[in-house]
Structures are given as C-alpha cells and as structure tokens.
C-alpha cells in the first residue's frame, strides 16, 4: 500500500506540472508578446478622420485669394453593402452600370470593411439626387470635404496645387498622412503646408465582431477635434498680379515686385500663367497633362527658376561694387569709341559717346565704360593678382545674391549662375584674366540670376545698401507671425554714400532723353531703372527692365523680363512703369507716347514653334537653358572638359530637359 | 455529542473545498455577465437572460450540493450499479431521442429544460469504477481486471462518441488515473504518453525519420541489455508496434476524424494558418487573452468579450473573458484555485480509510483536471479546440450540476471517512 500511496506524488506533480505549462503560455501572449494587444485594437478599433478647412490665403490688402469649397464624396464600406439597386446609383451618379460594379470591385479590393472612395467629387447635382435615395444603398455614405478654390483666377504658378499624397508622402511624413489625405505639392500650398493644412481630428470608434459601431472609445478621452489650417496673409497685391498677368499674355517671362523697406513681394507673374483652379478636383489629371503638353511650359515658376543673364541690368551693381572698391570714382571718364577690345574679342556699344562718365554710362547702358570699370577692378593689383582681385569682385557681388537662392518662402527656387575663380581654373588653369571674363562686366555670358534675385538687387539699391529676404507671406495665423528671418537686414557691403551717382544715372535711364528707358517714364513719378537686352543665339533678344519707384522712399522695386522682347526699353520697360505706376497710384494716366496696356497685353511675343510636327526642343525657350558664352564653349571644348565638369553639365541639361514639378527635391521649406 | 448530533448531516465536511467551490461558481457568474454584457442594453437584472440563468443554476447547484449532503454516504456505494446502468441508458436513448445541437446528438429535451446525459455518465463511471475496485480489490496486474475496468469505462466513451462528442469521450481518459493510483503499471501511462507524442511527431516530422530514431533507440536499448533475451523479444515487439502505430495513425487521422477534427489539430500543430476559418476562435481568444496583459482591462472593459470576437464565449471559451478583464493576475488566480482544488482533492482522498472513496476521490480530482486542461489549453492554443466545458466557471446547467454532484457526492463520502462503507 505504501508504494502506491506514492503514486499520489505522481499525480498531483503531473497537476502541477500542467498548471505551470498553462500560466507559461499565458505570461507568454498576456505579457511578453504584444501582438495579441495589437490585434484586438485593430479588431475593434476604427479611427474615423474628420478633415480641417485649409487656411484660407489673403492678399495684403486682406482680399481672399485663396479659399475652400464643399465637395462631396461617395465612401463605401464594402461589407455592409447589400444588394441594391444598380441602376438607381448609377443614374444618381450619370456613371454606366459597369462602372458602378468596376468601381464597387475596386473599393473591395483597397479593404473590404474601411470606409473607401466610390466616387470622388460628386457633382452638387448627384449629391442632391443622393441624398433623397441614400437609405437604398446600405453601406455608402457621403462624406463632405473641402477643396481649394482661386477666385481671381491667376497665379497659378504662385500658389501651387493640392494632391492627394503618394506613398512617399505618407510614408515621409512619420505617420501623419493618410492615404486619401491631401497635401500641397507646390508653390505656396506646399511651402506652408504645415500651417494650412490644419490639425485632422480624429474619432475613435468601437466595432463589434458583425462590424457595427458600437459607440465612441473611452467616452471619445482620445478623440481629437480638427483644427483649420492657419490663415495666411500674402505679400502680394493683387491689384498689379492681375495687371501684370494682363501684360505679361502671350509672352514669355516674369516679373517680380518687392516692397523695398520690408521684403514683400508685391506681385510674382510668370508668364505663361494659369488658372489655379484648373488643378483643383477631379479633373487635375486632364488638365496637369495639358499643362506639360504646352511647348511654353506654364508650369515653370519663371520668377525663381528662370534663369537669364541679368544683360546691362548688371550694370548698376557693377558700378557700386566698382565704387566701393576704390578701383574707380564717381567722376572716372573713359572714352567710348562704340566697342571696348577685350584681347581680340570686341564688345560692342549700341552708340558711339566718346567721354563718357558713370551717370550718363547707366543711363546710356555704356557697354565700353563698364568693361573699362570691370578692367579697373580685375587689375587693380596688377596683371598678377587678377585671379586674387577675381575673387574678392565675386564675393562682394555675391552678397547681392547671385549665384545663391534667397530662402524664398517657395518650393524649387533656383541660385543662378555666378563662377568662383576656381571655376575658371579648372578650365583654363593660371592663363585667365579680366579679358577672360570681360563678358560678366555687362552681365551677359557665364552669369545668369532670377527675376527674383533681379528685383531683389533693386530693392537693394532703392534701400541704398541692404535687403531684407524677399517673401511672400507676411503674416501666419490669427496673431499674423512674421517670421524672425524677415526682419533682418542683409547688407550688400556697398556704403551709402556710393549709390546717390547710380541711383541718378538710373534715374536718368528713365527720365531724360538719353536714357535707354525714356519712353518708359511715368506722368509725376520718378522711377529709377536700368534696361537690359539679354543677347540670345536662339532668337530675338530678350528685353529686361529693372527698377524702383519713387526715387526717394522708394516704395517698389521690380524686375521684369520679356523673352524675345528685344531692347529692354521696349517691353520690359513700358510693362514695369504700368505696374509702378499702378501700384503708387491705383490708376494708369494716359502717356504722352501712347502706350496703352492693352496694347501691351495684346501683343504676342510668343516664340514661333520651329516644326509643329517635331516636338518642340525645351531648348528653345532660354529660360530654361544655362546661358554659355559660345566663344566659351569652343575653347572648353579644345580645352577637353574634365569628365566632372562635362557630367555636371549633362546632368543640369537633364535637369533643364524634365522639368517636372513633381521630381524635383523641396529646397526650401521656410 | 449533542452538536454532532444536530449538525449530522454536514458533520466533518470540508468546508474549505465548499468554499473553493464556491469561489469557483462566483467567478463563474461574474465572467458570464461580462460575456454577455451589453452597455446598450444594460437594464435591471434579468433572469431570462444567459447570466440570470446562470444564477439560478448556481443557487440551485448549491442545493443541490448540500442535498446531497443529506443522503447517507452508504448509498452512493450499494446504488453504484443502478446509477450506472441508468447512465449508460441515458445515453443509449439520448442517440435516438437526443436533440440535435451543433452537430452533436448530446441531449435529452424535458420541458423547457435540456439533459446532456454525457455530463452524468462521470460520475455513474466513477461510481461503479470504485465499487469494482473495492469490491474485488484488484492490482491490475492480471489481464482479467484490467479489461474488466476497462470495460467500465469504455462503454460510456464509446457511446458518447456515437453521438459524436469526441471531447466529453476523451475525458473519460481520466480514469487512468484512479487506475493506475490503485495499482495499473505505469507503463500504461507511458504508453498513453508515447503515443500522443508518436501521434504529434507523425505530423510534424517525416515518417521514415521517425522510424529510423525507434529503430536507433530499440537498437541502443537492446545493445545495452544484450545478455537478457527477454528484454530484447519485447524491445523489438515494441518497436515493431510503433512503428505500425505511427502508420494505423495516420489512416485512421484521414479516415476516422471528422474534416473539422482534422483542421483543428492541425492549426494547433501550427500546420496551417486559417485566420476566419477554424482557426478564428482560438485566434480570437489568444487576441482576448493576450489583450488582458499584466492586470486585464477591467470588469465589463474588455472589447473582444463585449463585441462578439470571441465565438461560444460564454461557454468553452469563458475563459478568454476572465483573461482580457482580469489579465495574467486573474488567470494565475483562477488556475491557482483549480490547482488548489485538484491538489486537495488528492489530499482528501489519500486520507479515506475506505478503497470506494479513495477511487471515486481521485476519478473527480482527474475529471476536473481533464476539463481545465483541455478547456484552458484549448483557448490559449496549446490543445485543439475540444469543445468542453470549464468546471464551474462556464455557462450552463447540466455540467454546472453534474460537476456539483460529482463534488459533493465525494465531499459526502470524505466526511463519512471515520465511519464504515
């Protein structure tokens, strides 16, 4: 008896043993593994997104410019759809039967018990028509949300458009986007993505196994209310956006406003433009690939990622840097007999002067006496040190921003070109010299800017001496912020004694009879300016014009550029001194020439299309192309471009051949 | 004297065991409430619904118990026979009368009111196994006894798989081990042992492996004990039937088990992965249960048991609404008092002076053990779902009572202990 007794042992040790299998198993999935945690969340749980209105956008004079507009959506759930009538949706939706079952198919596919897109952006009509029958379609909703809408029509480029997010969106943004969500892809809608697009809110809804809501999650403890996006305050005015957009029709080019004292930009124009709300709801697809399709490429923001020689308009920088150096005075004459020898190479003149100063040299856009001031200043110390005194010229002419982004509050901003003596040593080694590079004196050859960083020199000199970053927003939210970084001075090292004598020959260009601008000249406002004819080996000139207005306290500063518009005076001139003109005075007084903005605005200036049955070369338009000399290229050529140097300029022809907006990095998030 | 005399009927019982019982039932009820809890239709108490009945069926569980304490001990060994051919007629009827429910011919409809005769076959065979062990006092070391005992126990399993309900037949395996406590080899359990791990192997690892480590082990074996020919006949005899064993298995897994039966054991190998199919009850109640962590989310906060995840949850599957309220901490406590029951029980019926209650002791110790192991095992998937029911604990009258007789019949007997059976 004794020895079975001991079987006892046997059998509760075999209790125990299975006890402890038990409660390991259970510390395993209870408090080791989380799965089981996870799981029963994502079985009961369902966070339903409630979308915030957009900010809304305000010009300076606080007119909306940009705003939302209702849209409805048909959501679906899948599952809890029960047979209905087909033909009935169909009809309410003006959509085939077909397309009803393919669409019905496509939802089930994406997840057959979340809530899908059936049919996006529903007409009025159709929601109307819905929302009498919707109790005969179980398992659809509609779900209102808002979309952008541009009252005015304009600044297409400026503002930018809103897409719904692409995996990479989603997955950049560390959980924030959701597929369905929308997000600013370009211009302003993306550069201030953060602030427009507000706080999603959320709604934590329980399901129970048959997959009927059941009530809100912890008496709603974590849902979260969504919150507007901030309202922005623009720059921009769009009284003289619209009148620019006006001038600028059937042309190709630019212009940028900035308000001196502050860095505002007053009006952004690039030209050819279009309508904003073309890519706005469901017809985005057509009309983006219209937009790519047109050989004039309207989606390339021209004011910053045109890039032209700033041609004579350099002229007045040239000077100051000039003056500031001691390499010349306000009263060094030198004599123009129509072409200044460079070495072998000859730059010509427009006019023959003979002795001519610095007032009368802006004024009269004296090819001679700037290559005369830039020899002045490449040889101050000698034919030896030219590479020296190369460089210290290219630091004190880059701190007016050449070959350098400004930080504008825009996506894709380009810097230009502008090359260190480095550059110049790569390719020619120690045999360069002022003759080398005489072409930069009159702005033309290997340097090239944006409108903005044109328009920015300007409120640079018409502030006699420093900007402040160019911007277009200047206020964000209910407390309009203004960022820190737009109140700060930047100096351009030139003191201010220097620009009276500039500022009077730019004052001369426009309003005495010699000056390259005179027809330009605006009844009882002193506009300062200076033209520039950038050359082009493709075609007609292009017609440039930079200035400020009124001369003393000057108010705005602008740059404008017409492709193949010729001389500067010709169009870019005329087209500043209406904005100018229109901006100080809200009215445009008749010229004693003449000139009428709608003789402006209708002229069409549009390059020919050489073979419309060729696709037409991107080549052709110059503000895509980086400019080369083509004395230039020829001795690189024979010179054997490094292999670096010849990747480089295939890579930025690449580049310049796909401007595709979407491709390119974000360069600035400010 | 005088205070025995006038507590005669509840004299020496355990009360400890009562209150564990208890305990037990009290979870029990709680649990069901929450399984069936519903916030929007939260009213006053209602006993038409699941967790009204459930109460009834305790307090009339608990009457039932002490009632049976009221009968005269003696009686449970003399009617043994009579209780046991009642059973096994019950459950001959129960094929041909029996309603139909989920598959199984399992019970026996009287009013309103639903018999499972399968649930009261325990303790008939419980019964009648201790008086023939009693009676005859065998040692099981000859054949005779041990088919007899065998048989005993065999003819309610194979009735009840005729219904089919293959997880109560398989809990009358129980009785191994009253058997063996009275003297069956070990071998018998060894053999049982090895042929559920050969069964699972057959799944898991190829066959001809198998057979090739029987042969290598056989063959050390017999290497070992080269100079005893006795050993070396039966080494390889045995050998020899495993191996045909590891073949009769898998034919018989083909032919015998229904396809459901099949599935399940397969997801519980981990063979296949069916998360809406078979596989979505044990899924769902690991996710139940593993969702309860450390401390459980609460008394009515649990959402998988709220929101219908979990299928039967009220029944076989309660216990994945104990372990997403009331987490690791709960389940410890709710084991530890099985354990703390099963382990007493053992105690109580070591200390019987009688062989009729030490028998009987250790068939309804071993009986709750099948059903907490199979049950708990089953939801946490470390057994294929065996639908059978949580002692004590899960929804339901006739295995809630039969439970309780099978307990108070043996608390009788325990405090009968001093006197003469």
């Known amino acids: 008896m004794d020895q079975l007794f001991n079987r006892k042992y046997i059998v509760q040790g075999l209790f125990i043993v299975v006890a402890l299998i038990l409660l390991g198993k259970l510390f395993y999935i209870q408090i080791i593994s989380d799965k089981a945690f996870s799981s029963a969340e994502s079985n009961v749980l369902r966070k339903i997104y409630k979308y915030p209105a957009r900010g809304a956008i305000l010009d300076r004079n606080m007119k909306v410019i940009v705003q939302n507009e209702p849209v409805y959506d048909l959501m679906v759930i899948p599952n809890e759809v029960k047979p209905f009538d087909t033909l009935g949706l169909a009809n309410a939706l003006e959509i085939t039967i077909e397309d009803v079952r393919k669409k019905l198919k496509k939802a089930k596919a994406q997840s057959p018990y979340q809530s899908t897109f059936f049919e996006r952006q529903i007409s009025v009509q159709s929601y109307a028509r819905l929302q009498e029958i919707m109790y005969r379609f179980p398992g659809f909703r509609t779900q209102d949300r808002t979309i952008r809408h541009y009252p005015d029509s304009i600044a297409g480029q400026l503002f930018g458009y809103v897409k719904e997010v692409n995996p990479d969106d989603i997955e950049k943004s560390e959980g924030y986007y959701k597929p369905g969500d929308f997000i600013g892809k370009s211009g302003l809608e993306r550069s201030y993505e953060d602030f427009l697009r507000g706080k999603k809110g959320v709604i934590n809804t329980l399901y129970d196994a048959r997959n009927v809501a059941q009530g809100s999650y912890a008496n709603g403890k974590y849902d979260i209310n969504a919150v507007s996006g901030d309202r922005l305050i623009s720059s921009l005015d769009i009284r003289i956006q619209r009148l620019g957009e006006e001038l600028m029709k059937n042309k190709v080019g630019a212009i940028v406003a900035i308000e001196p004292a502050t860095g505002e930009i007053l009006a952004f124009v690039s030209s050819p433009g279009y309508d904003p709300n073309q890519l706005v709801g469901k017809d985005w697809g057509k009309n983006y690939m219209s937009l790519i399709a047109n050989p004039y490429r309207p989606q390339i923001v021209r004011p910053i990622a045109g890039q032209y020689s700033p041609g004579s308009s350099f002229k007045p920088v040239d000077a100051l840097v000039a003056l500031q150096d001691g390499a010349i005075d306000p009263n060094t004459t030198f004599f123009c007999p129509g072409y200044y020898m460079a070495g072998n190479h000859k730059v010509k003149c427009e006019h023959v002067d003979g002795t001519i100063n610095m007032q009368r040299g802006i004024a009269r856009s004296c090819n001679t006496y700037f290559c005369h001031v830039f020899q002045n200043i490449i040889t101050k110390n000698g034919m030896k040190n030219q590479r020296q005194t190369y460089a210290h010229w290219h630091e004190q002419i880059s701190k007016w921003g050449f070959g350098q982004k400004l930080g504008i509050d825009m996506p894709f901003e380009k810097k230009g070109i502008f090359y260190q003596a480095d550059h110049y040593d790569k390719i020619y080694g120690k045999r360069w010299g002022y003759t080398t590079v005489i072409s930069q004196a009159i702005g033309q050859g290997e340097i090239t800017s944006t409108p903005l960083q044109m328009a920015n020199v300007m409120a640079a000199i018409a502030n006699r001496g420093y900007y402040l970053k160019p911007h277009l927003i200047k206020g964000i939210g209910d407390k309009n912020v203004v960022k820190k970084e737009y109140v700060v001075k930047n100096y351009v090292g030139v003191d201010e004694k220097y620009f009276p004598i500039v500022i009077d020959g730019m004052r001369d260009a426009v309003n005495s009879p010699w000056g390259t601008a005179k027809e330009s000249q605006i009844p009882n406002i002193l506009m300062c300016g200076k033209t520039g004819t950038v050359q082009n080996p493709h075609g007609k000139n292009h017609s440039v014009f930079i200035g400020f207005a009124p001369m003393n306290k000057p108010k705005i500063a602008i740059a404008v550029i017409v492709e193949n518009g010729g001389y500067g005076g010709s169009y870019a001139a005329p087209i500043s001194s209406f904005i100018v003109e229109k901006y100080l005075t809200d009215s445009i007084k008749p010229r004693s020439n003449g000139y009428t903005v709608k003789a402006f605005a209708e002229t069409n200036l549009l390059p020919a299309l050489i073979d419309k049955t060729k696709k037409v070369k991107p080549t052709k338009l110059d503000s895509l192309k980086l400019k080369k000399a083509d004395s230039l290229k020829k001795v690189k050529d024979s010179l054997k471009i490094k292999p670096a140097v010849l990747k480089q300029t295939v890579a930025t022809k690449l580049k310049v051949n796909q401007p595709s907006i979407n491709n390119k990095p974000v360069t600035n998030k400010q | ?421």
């Open chain 2, 1 to 421: 004297m005088i205070q025995q005399q006038g507590n005669r009927f509840f004299f020496n019982v355990d009360w400890i065991t009562v209150l564990i019982y208890i305990a037990l039932c009290t979870v029990g009820f709680i649990n069901v409430y929450a399984s069936i809890y519903n916030p929007d239709k939260a009213t006053g108490f209602d006993f038409a619904s699941s967790y009204g009945k459930q109460l009834i069926y305790v307090i009339t569980g608990v009457i039932l118990g002490l009632s049976i304490l009221l009968f005269d001990g003696r009686l449970f060994n003399v009617f043994a026979p009579f209780i046991y051919g009642a059973t096994l007629f019950l459950l001959v009827v129960v094929l041909f009368v029996g309603r139909n429910v989920g598959g199984n011919q399992a019970w026996i409809p009287i009013g309103s009111f639903r018999l499972q005769p399968s649930e009261f076959a325990k303790f008939g065979t419980a019964l009648l196994l201790a008086r023939y062990v009693s009676t005859f006092n065998p040692k099981f070391r000859d054949i005779k006894s041990i088919v007899i005992a065998g048989l005993i126990v065999l003819a309610p399993l194979l009735l009840i798989m005729l219904q089919p309900d293959t997880g109560s037949a398989l809990v009358f395996l129980a009785f191994m081990f009253p058997l063996y406590r009275e003297g069956l080899s070990g071998y018998f359990l060894l053999i049982f042992l090895g042929m559920i791990v050969l069964f699972v192997a057959d799944f898991l690892v190829p066959t001809y492996i198998l057979i090739l480590i029987l042969t290598t082990i056989g063959g050390l074996f017999i290497y070992n004990n080269r100079r005893k020919q006795k050993i070396i006949i039966s080494t390889i005899l045995v050998t020899i039937i495993a191996i045909a064993y590891l073949f009769v298995v898998k034919i018989a897994y083909e032919k015998v088990l229904a396809p459901h039966q099949r599935s399940r054991i397969e997801l519980m190998l981990g063979l296949k992965a069916d998360n809406k199919g078979a596989g979505y009850n044990v899924i769902q109640s690991q996710i139940a249960i593993g969702s309860g962590q450390l401390t459980g989310r609460g008394f009515l906060q649990g959402t998988q048991t709220k929101y219908g995840y979990v299928p039967a949850q009220s029944t076989d599957f309660i216990f994945s609404t104990i372990g997403e309220e009331w987490g690791f901490v709960g389940c410890s406590v709710v084991i530890g008092l099985y354990m703390f029951l099963l382990l007493r029980l053992i105690n109580l019926a070591e200390r019987q002076r009688s062989t009729f209650s030490r028998v009987y002791g250790y068939s309804v110790a071993c009986i709750f053990f099948f059903h907490v192991f199979i049950n708990i095992g089953m939801t946490i998937g470390i057994i294929p779902v065996i639908g059978i029911p949580l002692p004590f604990i899960s929804y339901g009258g006739s295995s809630l009572w039969s439970f309780t007789i099978l307990l108070f019949i043996f608390l009788k007997l325990d405090s009968n202990r001093m006197g003469f059976i």
